[in-house]
């Protein structure tokens, strides 16, 4: 993916996580993009505290597309899957990976919120573990601040 792709698609996950607040859910938003790098497949939202945005896309993708197809795609998310969500895409089978904020940066802003109990486990060392190698880009920190912007707003409030 170019530059201009990998921002594009950050701020519609973006805009992804923000429909996903005004429905009532957390503030995460993912995008299942092409091996063309332009063509978004799915995108999802955060469902609950179990159902991640990144978990239930790679799980609709495994069911959609072959492992073939789904190597040569894009999992794009605003912030780096945890480890169910970096397990989930790694047997999905979605070869690659782009995320704009670090989990460490969301546990900075979330604190104890006993709503995300953050696991501070970077994906690139689930993904090291494993026998596929998978292509990590990010934290992306031309859009790092607009992700944290929505995440700020979300978890400060009572």
């Known amino acids: 993916m170019t530059d201009e792709q990998i921002l594009r698609h950050l701020r519609h996950a973006n805009a992804v996580a923000r429909h996903a607040v005004e429905q009532g859910h957390h503030p995460f938003g993912a995008l299942l993009v092409g091996p063309d790098g332009d063509t978004v497949l799915l995108d999802q939202s955060n469902v609950d505290s ?43 089978h979605i070869g ?43 934290p992306v920190p031309e859009v790092e601040e607009e992700i944290a912007a929505l995440h700020r707003g979300f978890w400060s409030t009572p």
């Not at 993708?61 to 169910?84: K, S």
Request: hydrophobic share 40%; glycine share 6%; aromatic share 6%.
């Open 50 to 92: 179990v159902n991640h945005a990144e978990a239930v896309l790679a799980r609709e993708a495994a069911q959609r597309f072959t492992p073939q197809q789904l190597w040569d795609c894009t999992l794009v998310t605003t912030v780096e899957p945890c480890a169910m969500c970096a397990g989930t895409q790694y047997w999905a």
């Open 96 to 138: 690659r990976l782009v995320y704009g904020l670090s989990e460490s940066r969301l546990l900075q802003i979330t604190g104890s919120h006993a709503e995300n109990p953050t696991l501070d486990l970077p994906c690139r060392e689930v993904f090291a573990r494993g026998q596929k190698l998978m292509q990590v880009v990010g």
